[in-house]
């Protein structure tokens, strides 16, 4: 096998005929939007058999975004707790800063198959909208990323180069100002433009075929976390541990684990800074969401009992949304995935331990995975590993990480230039 048929998925997350995973997902959209869903779940079906198509993606990964990742062993910090040996997946080294770009790539490929010439993207912490317009600017589309206003004011660096390199950025207002009203806008604007514009949806959530094709998109970092953890580190880990927002970077490294006797999967949703409703962005392991439908598919949603979305919080963008990707719902509901908490406090102190122990800056959405692994190392053995996809750099969170940390000097310098 040549390295760029390396890693191809041969045992995909697919769903039924009806697009669902188990109870969970489905295609509710308008019917405008019915057409275009069609061609995709085509297009998706045509490249799972393609070994052109894996060709051309993967050759796109290495040469423009600089896989393959390593992995990186946490030595100081796991010496520094006791326990068990905490080893990174580092998807903050690929080409802007996180695991997106895997999935911008390939959806790229598609929308130039499909003769589509503008894309639209939605984004949270702001790296998904980064890695579509650097993808936007290497394919030559026109693009618009849609991003809540209240996380456009949290990722102010991620807007300005998103800006930078051509894409218009629309900060929508409604509703929490964040992902799902973002989501909501992206989904008006494709059923306005279906027959020019490919939705290039960011994790693996919404209507059929989205979270089967992101999922199989975010594999590779599975793959090759499998593929490094047996040739270089002495076998496979005893726990895989990764953040979860929608679900695209927990599902990547997962596909690579799933099925492996003694490989305790985990989830960590975000624990915000408490148990109230609106307070944390817990869907699965806070037991307080429930099944529904909205933005175009049925999965477990943070709800009233009259169905509709309550409000969420999180120190981190990323994973301050209301639902979860019908796949990982279905894992949890059969027990193949594990979902746990991390809440704010103990992200930002999880955050710290890694920069002053490693050197490595993670973004917040990351943190929470390190916070759970921090957590449960001590209670394990010297000889187990836990594995952790580091999905994100926290360059991106400076502002935040420096509020958080009671650090105001960055407010003292913005103050300074805006007098001068």
């Given at each position: ?7 191809f998925p041969h045992n995909p997350l697919l769903p039924d005929e009806a697009g669902y995973f188990g109870n969970y997902g489905g295609r509710y959209v308008p019917e405008i939007l019915v057409p ?9 079906k045509e490249i799972r058999s393609s070994k052109t198509f894996w060709k051309n993606y993967m050759q796109e990964l290495r040469e423009f975004s600089g896989r393959a990742t390593p992995i990186t ?99 929508v207002e409604d509703g929490s100002r964040t992902l799902k009203d973002a989501i909501n806008e992206a989904l008006r604007d494709w059923a306005s433009n279906v027959d020019s514009t490919h939705y ?221």
């Amino acid at each position: 096998m040549n390295e760029n048929e390396q890693f191809f998925p041969h045992n995909p997350l697919l769903p039924d005929e009806a697009g669902y995973f188990g109870n969970y997902g489905g295609r509710y959209v308008p019917e405008i939007l019915v057409p275009n869903l069609q061609q995709l779940d085509a297009a998706f079906k045509e490249i799972r058999s393609s070994k052109t198509f894996w060709k051309n993606y993967m050759q796109e990964l290495r040469e423009f975004s600089g896989r393959a990742t390593p992995i990186t062993p946490c030595r100081n910090l796991s010496k520094h707790l006791g326990g068990a040996q905490i080893y990174l997946k580092r998807e903050d080294l690929n080409h802007t800063g996180a695991h997106k770009i895997n999935n911008v790539v390939g959806q790229g490929l598609i929308a130039k198959m499909l003769g589509k010439k503008r894309i639209i993207a939605e984004t949270g912490a702001g790296q998904h909208g980064v890695a579509t317009a650097t993808m936007a600017a290497r394919f030559g589309l026109d693009a618009v990323v849609y991003m809540g206003a209240e996380d456009v004011e949290r990722q102010r660096p991620n807007v300005f180069w998103m800006e930078k390199l051509g894409t218009k950025v629309v900060a929508v207002e409604d509703g929490s100002r964040t992902l799902k009203d973002a989501i909501n806008e992206a989904l008006r604007d494709w059923a306005s433009n279906v027959d020019s514009t490919h939705y290039v949806l960011g994790t693996a959530c919404g209507p059929d075929p989205f979270p089967a094709l992101v999922a199989w998109l975010q594999s590779i970092i599975g793959s090759e976390a499998k593929s490094q953890m047996q040739t270089q580190y002495g076998g496979l880990p005893d726990a895989v541990v990764a953040c979860v927002g929608g679900g695209s970077n927990a599902l990547g490294i997962f596909q690579g684990f799933l099925g492996e006797a003694g490989v305790k999967i985990i989830g960590v949703e975000a624990g915000g800074v408490g148990t109230k409703p609106g307070e944390h962005a817990s869907r699965i392991s806070g037991g307080q969401g429930t099944p529904g439908i909205a933005q175009g598919y049925h999965t477990v949603f943070l709800q009233t009992d009259q169905g509709q979305m309550i409000d969420t919080h999180s120190v981190s963008a990323g994973l301050d949304y209301v639902g979860i990707s019908p796949i990982l719902a279905h894992l949890a509901e059969t027990k193949e995935i594990e979902l746990e908490r991390a809440q704010d406090n103990a992200v930002v102190e999880a955050l710290e331990m890694l920069m002053k122990f490693e050197g490595i800056i993670p973004a917040l959405e990351s943190a929470h995975a390190i916070a759970h692994a921090i957590k449960i190392a001590p209670q394990m053995k010297p000889s187990e590993k836990i594995l952790v996809s580091l999905s994100g750099r926290g360059d991106k969170d400076i502002f935040t990480i420096a509020d958080a940390l009671g650090d105001k000097s960055w407010k003292e310098f913005l103050r300074y230039k805006g007098n001068q």
